[in-house]
Structure formats: structure tokens, C-alpha cells
């Protein structure tokens, strides 16, 4: 018996890398948007608090069960900037192109050039569930001031990894998915719910 799921969310990548995962465990995908409801604010300093907000938000609006991310990218010698501001990090509108130029300009003043990618995942069986379902996946790597690739978004040009020399916008969209901070996230999830 097919379960349906709301996405806290309306980005088709997203749905798509998650149903993939999580159609064999007996779940239907459906983002908010298909059901009308609009995102939930994210006014809060962590992403777990973040997730948990548009989890809710979902589940209060179409009655049934939710999941929600949060993501970013943390650079400790920013103390953990962009952080959940990595969307808007250059502010509005948004903009990949500014928010990459201005981490890597940033970042120029710094030695350390470390940052990873993170992802909490939060599953709730109803708005009010006492007990949600929490994930998450960390991606280690490093930023470089040049882009390299063409693939993927964000800050993917600039996100080095040396084990592969490659950034993640060189990679393909199935190892992207296979090595990434939300593919962590959402099979650590799928542990848990199974």
C-alpha cells in the first residue's frame, strides 16, 4: 500500500532524488506546491529548526505526513558561514553567481579553505509528531577561488574535492547524488524508517 508524502519543497530535483530513494519503501512524493501550499518561513539560526518549520508547515497544510530539508554550506574559518544563509548569502534576490563570488572573496583573506556541505532531513508522520524522524549527511571538501565545471548549482563550481580533484560541478548527477550531503542525509533517513 503506496504512502503519500508532501515535500517541503517545490525544487523537481529534489522530488526526483528523493522518490527514487524512497518509492521502493512504499512512498508517493508530492511537493506543496502541487497541493497549493505555499513555503514556510525559515527564520531560524540552524537547520534543524529550519526543517522541523517547513516539515510542520506541510504537514498542518494538506494533513499528511511531511519531510523537509534544510541545507547549506559551512565554512569554519567563517564560523560556520554562509550557513543556513547560503541561499541568500550576497542577499536579494538570490543569486548562485553573487553568493559564490562573495564567499570566495571572503575567503581570500583566509588560509583555510575548508567547507562542507550540510543537510538535515526531518520526517513528521503528522504536524503535531512528538517524535520526529531526524537525518543527516556532512560533505567535506574545500573551495577554490576558480570555478571549475558546469554541472549542478550553487556553489558546486567551487567545491573542491580532493580525493576526486574534481569539483562537484564535474561530476555526474548520479555520483553527485550517490556522494552528497543530502544522499547521506536521506539514506541515513531511510535506516531509520525502515
Same mark, same amino acid.
Given at each position: 500500500m503506496k504512502q503519500t508524502l508532501v515535500l517541503a519543497s517545490n525544487n523537481r *530535483?529534489?522530488?526526483?532524488?528523493? $522518490? =527514487?530513494l524512497l518509492m521502493p519503501l512504499g512512498f508517493e512524493l508530492l511537493t %506543496?506546491?502541487?497541493? &497549493? +501550499? %505555499?513555503?514556510?518561513?525559515?527564520?531560524h539560526a540552524t537547520f534543524v529548526e529550519n526543517a522541523l518549520a517547513k516539515a510542520r508547515h506541510a504537514a498542518r497544510a494538506s494533513g499528511l505526513p511531511a519531510l523537509a530539508d534544510d541545507s547549506g554550506i559551512c565554512v569554519p574559518a567563517?564560523? *560556520? @558561514? /554562509?550557513?543556513? =544563509?547560503? @541561499?541568500?548569502?550576497?542577499?536579494e534576490p538570490k543569486s548562485d553567481a553573487a553568493n559564490s563570488s562573495k564567499l570566495v572573496e571572503t575567503l581570500t583573506a583566509h588560509a583555510n579553505k575548508s567547507a562542507y556541505y550540510y543537510c538535515v532531513l526531518v520526517y513528521l508522520r503528522h504536524a503535531d509528531d512528538p %517524535? /520526529?524522524? +531526524? @537525518?543527516? *549527511?556532512?560533505?567535506q571538501g574545500e573551495i577554490i577561488a576558480t570555478p571549475r565545471g558546469h554541472g549542478g548549482f550553487g556553489y558546486d563550481p567551487h567545491f573542491y574535492l580532493p580525493e576526486l580533484d574534481k569539483t562537484v560541478a564535474e561530476l555526474s548527477a548520479e555520483e553527485k547524488n !550517490?556522494? $552528497? !550531503?543530502? &544522499? =547521506?542525509?536521506?539514506? @541515513?533517513?531511510i535506516e531509520k524508517l525502515t
Open positions: *530535483g529534489k522530488l526526483a532524488e528523493f $522518490s =527514487q %506543496q506546491g502541487e497541493l &497549493g +501550499i %505555499q513555503e514556510a518561513e525559515e527564520p567563517l564560523g *560556520g @558561514a /554562509p550557513g543556513v =544563509q547560503s @541561499a541568500r548569502y550576497a542577499g %517524535q /520526529p524522524v +531526524i @537525518a543527516e *549527511g556532512r560533505w !550517490h556522494r $552528497s !550531503h543530502r &544522499g =547521506q542525509a536521506l539514506r @541515513a533517513l
